[in-house]
């Protein structure tokens, strides 16, 4: 049997959403991560610092007693974001980053920004103060072909951002595109990108496998193989540019299986030993604890977590559990469609 320990990770991207569905899905990031970045996105949204400390106090609630784990906050942009209440909460560590969606890119984004020239000022008293935005990096016009909104808001929107404030500290959140590698590989230091699980194990052919795939669908949108291998590239040479964030966004099955399906992939509880056999497959498990507990640490300036986590291979593949239950609803667990033979020591 095979055994590797390494520092205990963080996710730097997580959908906790509320209530019953909250108090569900927590325990499954605390059990194995240290910290997560919590995005805002409720209905509706995290706008300041009063209504991050209230999420932060329902989060913490539903952390078992067991599990040491501390939620960061965010904070999230509008054009009407006050630029001194955000320096004050900042300076007060109620909020840790600020997240820019732009109007109507994903789930519950409506209120996002429609004209960057407009945040520009509150970004520039970021960059003064050291706090993070993170992007989720898409344009929204319609006439833009889904599978290019990524590319399209690197070349009209983050270029403009990143030349203008390069002391700014920007994350490019959940990357889908080769053209994100080394737009992010070339940038300044600032600049880093975080990348989920789900975009590591799977390409765009897993949405139509025998039939439309709600539970492969996601945004961004998964993409060619080509971008796939341009993603696992960077991650399992611990390129310190870029790290994990899940983006792990429960939706009930309800909501997934519907005429009108929901973006989103709920994949908290097996994440850790997916990526590991992403990384034993590309013969690189030396780097996982670069990728999942070391580069995001460094680009936020926070010290690396100091407990340890254990990862097993066994023989026999690990059985996923197909659901959680949130009262009579059920939220899908991701399941790659490659066998998984790491598991986690408890
Ligand atoms: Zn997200």
Redesign the pocket.
């Known amino acids: 049997m095979e055994e590797i320990e390494i520092i205990k990770p963080d996710d730097w ?1 997580v ?1 906790f959403r509320d209530n019953e569905i909250l108090k569900a899905v927590v325990p499954e990031t605390s059990r194995h991560f240290a910290r997560s970045i919590v ?1 805002p996105n409720l209905v509706p949204p995290i706008l300041n610092a009063k209504q991050a400390i209230e999420y932060k106090k329902r989060i913490k609630k539903a952390i078992p007693s067991t599990d040491n784990f501390e939620p960061l906050m965010t904070i999230y942009l509008t054009e009407e974001t006050n630029k001194k209440e955000l320096k004050q909460a900042f300076n007060d560590e109620a909020v840790f980053a600020v997240k820019l969606y732009p109007a109507g890119a ?1 789930t519950n984004s409506d209120s996002g920004v429609k004209d960057i020239h407009k945040i520009m000022p509150v970004l520039e008293t970021m960059a003064e103060i050291g706090m993070p935005l993170l992007i ?1 990096g898409e344009v929204t016009d319609p006439n833009i072909d889904i599978f290019d909104r990524e590319k399209v808001f690197i070349d009209e929107k983050l270029n403009s951002i990143c030349k203008n404030l390069p002391e700014l500290k920007i994350t490019l ?2 990357i889908t595109t080769k053209e994100a590698t080394e737009y992010v590989k070339e940038s300044n230091k600032n600049l880093a990108a975080s990348i989920t699980p789900h975009h590591l194990a799977l390409n765009r052919n897993a949405i139509f496998v025998g039939g439309i795939r709600p539970h492969n669908y996601c945004l961004p949108i998964l993409k060619r193989e080509i971008h796939r291998n341009s993603l696992v590239d960077v991650a399992i040479t611990g390129n310190s540019k870029f790290f994990l964030g899940t ?1 792990t ?1 429960p939706h009930t099955t309800h909501d997934k299986e519907n005429e009108c399906g929901c973006a989103g992939i709920f994949n908290a509880t097996y994440c850790l030993p997916i990526l590991a056999q992403i990384f034993d497959d590309n013969n690189s498990i030396k780097n996982l604890e670069k990728f999942i507990s070391k580069n995001g640490a460094l680009h936020y300036n926070l010290n690396i977590n100091k407990e340890k986590i254990r990862l097993f291979k066994t023989p026999k593949n690990l059985f996923f559990k197909k659901f959680i239950n949130v009262n009579e609803y059920k939220i899908k667990n991701f399941e790659p469609n490659f066998p998984v033979f790491w598991n986690i020591s408890k």
């Open positions: 991207h959908h995005m994903t989720h959140e959940h983006d966004a």
